[in-house]
């Protein structure tokens, strides 16, 4: 692995664990500061506030019989940075072990030393260990309004294109035989780890193939996103990861090329944890006005809403 390739795994390591949030905050077992030596309880006694409540190896056990929450955690401190309302965390779980133990109850939760969150599920007379999933450990498809990343038939299209040069381009714009150029996905997503595409060759001077693959990676010898014949016009979807080249092309996608061929690639999704996807080229953007210029979050809520009271057509 070549230094750029460390450190671009290593900064993306960092975001699947949002590393950069929480560095420096200090947290206790029960909300307020902790201090240096915990007090001591005997089973029976009240929880003091603001100390570090040692509880044994006794269980701490709450019971009601009202219609609202048994236990509500609140912290109403808030700062504002670069626009946004960071919150203070109400509940923090301390991280240890690798693994929740067997003997764990159903319906335990805990946070292993890799910052999984993880829950003891029990059913069918067993018990399961189930993880939550979170921008650290999945990952979810975001579709998008069918977007063209690249034509090199027009020399407005081959903008996103970052190697553009004699070299790798004949004349007319062709991806050269046996050349690679690296394209740029950062107008369409931050940050994504993959993307689902549609790619069509056409005037090609004679039969090759075209691969595509992450910016950074070696160019796998045996694979081939599609097969071609002297000018012929042909498309086939693809999926590929995506790679990081810099701060200012963080999302980076490489094509090769065995014969010289014009290259078309349009973007119907991408795959992102951590990262985001640009939200002009979300579907509810294009029709927004429609849709009284709905936000996201607001589209999102109302989908979810309407999901949970309805049922779908194959169970009714």
Sequence with gaps: MTENQDKTVNRRRLLRRAGTVAAGVAGTTVVGAAVAVPAQAAPGDPVVQG?????????????????????????????????????????????????????????????????????????????????????????????????????????????????????????SGRLRDGQTIHVDLSDFVYFGDALFGNLTVTTAVASGFVQIFPYGTPRPANFSNINYLTNQVVANSFMSGVGYLNDDATD?????????????????????????????ILPFAANATARGAESAEERRAKRAAKAQAGTPSWKK
């Design 252 to 280: 980076v996608i490489s094509i090769y090329a065995a014969r010289t061929t014009h290259i078309i690639i349009d973007v119907v999704a991408f795959v992102v944890g951590v990262g985001a996807v640009n939200p002009g």
């Design 51 to 171: 100390a570090n409540n040692a509880a044994g190896a006794t269980t701490t056990e709450l019971n009601s019989t009202g219609t609202g929450p048994t236990l509500r955690l609140a912290n109403t401190s808030t700062t504002t940075s670069n626009g946004l309302v960071l919150a203070r965390p109400a509940l923090q779980l301390t991280p240890s072990g690798d693994l929740l133990h067997s003997d764990s109850p159903g319906g335990s939760i805990g946070m292993d030393t890799n910052s999984n969150i993880q829950v003891v599920a029990e059913y069918g007379g067993g018990k399961y260990l189930e993880y939550v999933h979170t921008t650290g450990n999945s990952n979810q498809i975001v579709p998008v309004s069918p977007q063209r990343v690249i034509d090199t038939r027009s020399a407005a299209s081959r903008a996103r294109i970052l190697n553009k040069s004699s070299t790798t381009l004949d004349s």
